[in-house]
Nanobody, 122 residues
C-alpha cells in the first residue's frame, strides 16, 4: 500500500557530505513521524534522527551537529543532510514513516524503505 524509496547514498571521503532523500508513495492519508535509521555490519539498527509532522527533531548523540533532518509534507518526503562524515558513519541507511492510509485508521502503520548504502572511506 505504501512504498518508501531512498536515494542519495554512495561513497564519500571522510569529512565529506551526502544528502539522503526518501519519498513515500501509495495510499497515504497523513504521515506522522518520519525518520532515518542505520545499520552497520555486525551491529543493530540504530536511530539516526526523526522529525515529527510539526517539525520537531531529535538526533542520536553520534550525529548531533553534523546531520540535519528535514521534511516536505507536500511531497511526503524526508531528507537527511550529513556533513563531516566519518568512517564510523558507514552503514545502510533506512527511512521510516508512520503512515495513516485512511481517516478512519486509529493508529498509523510504520513503513520502511529498502535502504541505501553510505560508505565513508578514503
Amino acid at each position: 500500500q505504501v512504498q518508501l524509496v531512498e536515494s542519495g547514498g554512495g561513497l564519500v571521503q571522510p569529512g565529506g557530505s551526502l544528502r539522503l532523500s526518501c519519498a513515500a508513495s501509495g495510499i497515504i492519508f497523513t504521515i506522522n513521524d518520519m525518520g532515518w535509521y542505520r545499520q552497520a555490519p555486525g551491529k543493530q539498527r540504530e536511530l539516526v534522527a526523526f522529525i515529527t509532522k510539526g517539525g520537531i527533531t531529535n538526533y542520536a548523540d553520534s550525529v548531533k551537529g553534523r546531520c540535519t533532518i528535514s521534511r516536505d509534507n507536500a511531497k511526503n518526503a524526508v531528507y537527511l543532510q550529513m556533513n563531516s562524515l566519518k568512517p564510523e558513519d558507514t552503514a545502510v541507511y533506512y527511512c521510516t514513516s508512520e503512515v495513516k492510509t485512511s481517516s478512519r485508521a486509529q493508529w498509523p502503520t510504520n513503513y520502511w524503505g529498502q535502504g541505501t548504502q553510505v560508505t565513508v572511506s578514503s
